[in-house]
Structures are given as C-alpha cells and as structure tokens.
C-alpha cells in the first residue's frame, strides 16, 4: 500500500523575526513536465510530478523544518546540470510544495515578495533559502 502526503498538513512553528530556513530537494521537474494530457480531455499530475512531491514531502517533513510566516524572499540556487533548461521552468514544483505542506503562508503576492534564482555548482538538485521579507504594506 502506497501512501501519499497529499492530505496531510502538519502545523510548524515559525522562525524567528528575521531569521530564515534552509532546505534542500532533490532536481525538480520541469513545468513542462508537471501534467499530462487526458484522452478524454483535461490535465492531470504526471507519474515523474507525483514521484518527485512524495519523494521531497516526506523528506521535508522528516527534516522538522520551521514555518516562515509572512512576508519572504526565496533564494533558489539550482543545480547546474548540463544540457538546455530554463531556470523558472524548475521553480514552480518546489514553490507548490512549500505552499502545500505549510512551510509558507502562500504563493501570491502579499507573501512571497522576492525570488532569487541561479545556478550552482556543487549542490544536488535544489537549495532553498527561505527568509522574512518586508510587508506588502510596508513596502508600498
């Protein structure tokens, strides 16, 4: 029996003010591969897409990671893998997953205020630096 974090959502504490959380995933699909098409019409989550959330969930989860509530500024630094890829095609699936298992309050606008991405040698799959930003109220 298989079993899926998709309806589990686990209650964390937040980080300090002003502090951040680091946390690794291994390489992300592409958002070119995240869904396939249906015979009968319609999209669906494809096999690599639900692999890869299981896979990182349980792991992120294991990892007792804090919750950054707020406002924050995302760093991405992506492994450096050869061959073509386009950088903000590998940021949609793990931005899903934080939101999903509550690591941030959301993926709009009012919460997710910076994202830094590049890439780097010398980590596997992908770094994610999450940390307090300024308010969207402040801001303005």
């Not at 003010?17 to 989550?45: D, E, I, K, Q």
């Not at 990892?63 to 893998?81: M, N």
């Amino acid at each position: 029996m298989k079993f899926s974090l998709d309806s589990y959502k686990v209650e964390r504490r937040a980080i300090a003010p002003g502090g951040s959380v680091t946390l690794s995933m291994t390489f992300p699909p592409s958002v070119n591969n995240l869904f396939a098409n249906s015979n009968c019409g319609g999209r669906f989550p494809s096999k690599q897409y639900k692999a890869w959330k299981d896979e990182n969930a349980w792991a992120l989860l294991a990892g007792k990671f804090s919750r950054v509530a707020g406002p924050v500024r995302l760093l991405f630094e992506v492994e450096d893998k050869a061959g073509r890829r386009d950088i903000d095609n590998l940021l949609k699936a793990p931005l899903d997953l934080l939101v999903k298992h509550n690591f941030i309050d959301g993926d709009h606008r009012s919460v997710v205020r910076e994202i830094t991405a590049r890439w780097v040698h010398g980590v596997t799959g992908v770094r994610i630096t999450i940390s307090q930003a300024e308010s969207a109220r402040a801001a303005a």
